[in-house]
């Protein structure tokens, strides 16, 4: 196989997996124009139309469906074969992609950065941040992070942090403006801060009320997409109540810029975040050197415990109230 046309079919299961060219060509390090014209180039060698494009979404062709079957086993085989070699160097080296929620990228994947890329400088690590439910086989991430409840039955999983403890908060001058709850029913006179997931649906309000786990609507004059940080730093400024991860609020409780309110015993406790990766596929040496490190770093290791599950059966659900 000459090399044009490793690279030619190579973009075109990039373009078809990722049903974009942007989304492909942000994965494979190209321009998007660049991506565009090395398919059309496969089209034209072949003779025959692969992809349907739209302005709004790109889907092989029955033609292109064939094609894809019969090009992923071959593709995977030779990385497989590339990926054999790594056994043999002094250090792992290769292309690590891993998926997180912003808060596994602020509070684990970022403080041990540093560390490992000085461990392993022959790994690359291509990151992307979102809150959403990743497909990490379809989307050819190596690993990703998740709530252990909705980790995947045939995923492999492994803990990077105990147990999360939500907060509700709000600045000192929100609080001398418009009242403290005393209550979560009385979040409804409120103006409070909301987190919408990138799929459209919004992070739900969970107390704990007679032992059960109920959902408050709340509304307010601020939605925000993706990004906790904006949430926090709202709630900073006065704009209303948020409810996040303590992780994020706790340094601002603790030097008097926010207010902590409601009784912890209907605060939530909700299962921590699991590294997790695919049981039936070879794992990589960087991703070896990356469970490893997790497992094995004391910085890391002095706020969180490892945990294997059995991929057979679920992460269970864990949530519960606060001990008084």
């Known amino acids: 196989m000459r090399g044009t046309h490793f690279a030619e079919l190579s973009a075109f299961v990039a373009v078809a997996e990722q049903a974009s060219f942007t989304k492909a060509a942000r994965r494979l390090g190209r321009s998007t124009a660049t991506l565009s014209q090395t398919v059309r180039a496969l089209e034209d060698h072949l003779g025959v139309r692969l992809l349907n494009r739209t302005t709004r979404s790109v889907a092989p062709t029955d033609a292109g469906e064939r094609l894809l079957a019969q090009l992923r086993p071959l593709l995977n085989g030779f990385e497989a074969a590339v ?12 292309h690590l992609r891993l ?40 989307d050819r991430y190596d690993a990703g992070f998740r709530r252990g409840n909705f980790v995947a039955r045939d995923m492999i999983a492994m803990r990077v942090t105990d147990d999360l403890h939500y907060r509700v908060v709000a ?16 979040l409804h006179a409120h103006n409070c801060v909301r987190y919408r997931l990138p799929g459209g649906g919004f992070i739900p309000w969970l107390f704990v009320t007679d032992g059960k786990l109920i959902e408050f609507d709340v509304s307010g ?5 993706n990004d906790p940080e904006l949430v926090l730093n709202a709630a900073l400024q006065g704009v209303g109540i948020a409810y996040l991860y303590e992780e994020y609020v706790a340094p601002m409780i ?23 990766y695919p049981s039936r596929r070879q794992n990589s040496a960087a991703l070896r050197a990356f ?10 290791q002095r706020s969180t415990r490892a945990l294997l599950h059995d991929p057979g059966k679920p992460v269970r659900d864990l949530i519960r109230s606060v001990p008084t």
């Open 99 to 138: 998926t997180m929620p912003p808060p596994v990228a602020r509070f684990v994947f970022a403080p041990m950065l540093a560390r490992f890329i000085e461990r392993y400088p022959e790994i690359v690590l291509e990151t992307t941040v979102e809150s959403g439910l990743t497909d990490i086989v379809a």
């Open 254 to 276: 603790a030097d008097g810029r926010l207010v902590s309110l409601l009784d912890k015993s209907v605060l939530p406790v909700t299962e921590g975040f699991f590294l997790f």
């Open 171 to 186: 600045s000192p001058d929100y609080v001398a403006r418009h009242g403290r709850p005393l209550m979560p029913g009385d």
């Open 221 to 225: 004059s601020l939605v925000v997409i």
């Open 291 to 300: 469970i490893d490190f997790l497992r094995s770093d004391s910085k890391i």
């Open 83 to 94: 990926e054999s070699v790594n056994d043999f160097r002094e250090t792992p080296a290769g």
